[in-house]
């Protein structure tokens, strides 16, 4: 099966302007989660979708946003950028996110810097 | 905010040594595993234990859990200079809607 899959690979945005990434699951995944990794703060998570469902979200403004589709593929959305949200975006996907389905198998990340 | 801290930040050991990291959390657990992430890159899962376990082996790796100390450790055995990588430990807590909750990793450098 091909793995996670995120595009772009790399982005430069201007502070103020909005962005939108993209992640295709493993085939037959159905939960998405999205994580930001930074030096200062490491690896937190942002949300996860399940069934088109947002099905948790971590502490992150409303600035970032996500929405997954039919086909389970999910986007997310920072708007007015700020310095601060340069980082890696990592794209985790999973079978459920019920009980027992606890494994991650992560995307290669969207590495997004603002200036 | 991130689960808990692992100990030490960096280890640089050479070829054929065993690697220890040590990782703590701080509240109750459904399961904790650990994470390799080579430079920049995505993350890959390496071994899941959970809270009514003690000890899990893996190939080389090793984990053990003590949840009366909230505290885990990964071995790595007879290290090798692809072992290079940043390792995560990450919980999922009791209760939750069971995402990942991570450490602050430990960067392990082996020396060829």
């Known amino acids: 099966k091909a793995g996670v899959t995120q595009t772009p690979r790399y982005l430069i945005k201007t502070r103020g302007q909005q962005v939108t990434l993209s992640c295709s699951p493993i085939?037959?995944?159905?939960?998405v989660s999205w994580y930001q990794q930074t030096p200062g703060q490491g690896l937190q998570f942002l949300f996860e979708y399940f069934s088109e469902t947002q099905r948790n979200k971590g502490n992150f403004p409303g600035r970032f946003s996500g929405r997954q589709f039919s086909n389970s593929r999910s986007e997310m959305n920072v708007s007015t950028l700020e310095l601060g949200d340069s980082a890696l975006y990592l794209c985790?996907?999973?079978?459920?996110?019920?009980?027992?389905?606890?494994?991650?198998?992560f995307g290669p990340g969207t590495r997004l810097t603002v200036t | 905010s991130q689960q808990g801290e692992e100990d030490p930040q960096a280890l640089s050991i050479q070829e054929g040594e065993n690697a220890t990291m040590n990782c703590s959390y701080k509240t109750s657990i459904n399961n904790l595993q650990w994470y390799r992430q080579n430079s920049g890159r995505g993350l890959v899962h390496l071994i899941l234990?959970?809270?009514?376990?003690r000890e899990k082996h893996s190939g080389r790796l090793r984990v053990t859990l003590d949840t009366s100390k909230k505290s885990s450790s990964l071995l790595i055995t007879a290290s090798r200079a692809a072992d290079t990588a940043s390792y995560f430990c990450?919980?999922?807590?009791?209760?939750?809607?069971?995402?990942?909750?991570f450490g602050s990793g430990t960067q392990l450098t082996v020396l060829p």
């Open positions: 085939s037959g995944h159905r939960s």
């Open positions: 234990i959970r809270s009514n376990e």
């Open positions: 985790a996907s999973r079978p459920s996110s019920r009980e027992g389905y606890y494994e991650q198998y």
């Open positions: 990450a919980t999922v807590l009791s209760g939750s809607a069971r995402q990942l909750t």
